[in-house]
């Protein structure tokens, strides 16, 4: 399973606007890359109070990729086009 489909099934499980969805996979030398961006709506969810449930899920990327001998990084952007 990529990071992107991991980082899929977490966010669609938090999120109301779950066709507003939009991740994207970059590799390079420092590891995977991936950007998330979600509806102006759902950011509130996924960042959490004092961006706890941000850094959950960034924590659980990265042991999971951890497990997988990759590093993982993720990035949060709002979707401005809807």
């Known amino acids: ?9 977490i966010v669609e499980a938090l999120v109301i606007n779950k066709e507003d969805i939009v991740i994207e996979q970059k590799e390079d030398e420092l590891g995977t890359l991936v950007t998330l961006k979600v509806n102006k709506e759902d950011m509130k969810t996924i960042i ?19 497990k997988q001998g990759a590093r993982v990084n993720l990035k949060v952007l709002e979707d401005e086009s809807r």
């Not at 399973?1 to 099934?9: E, H, N, R, V, W």
């Open 1 to 9: 399973m990529s990071a992107k489909d991991f980082l899929t099934l």
């Open 48 to 66: 959490g109070r004092e961006g706890n449930t941000i850094s959950a899920i960034r924590t659980v990327l990265r042991v999971y990729w951890s």
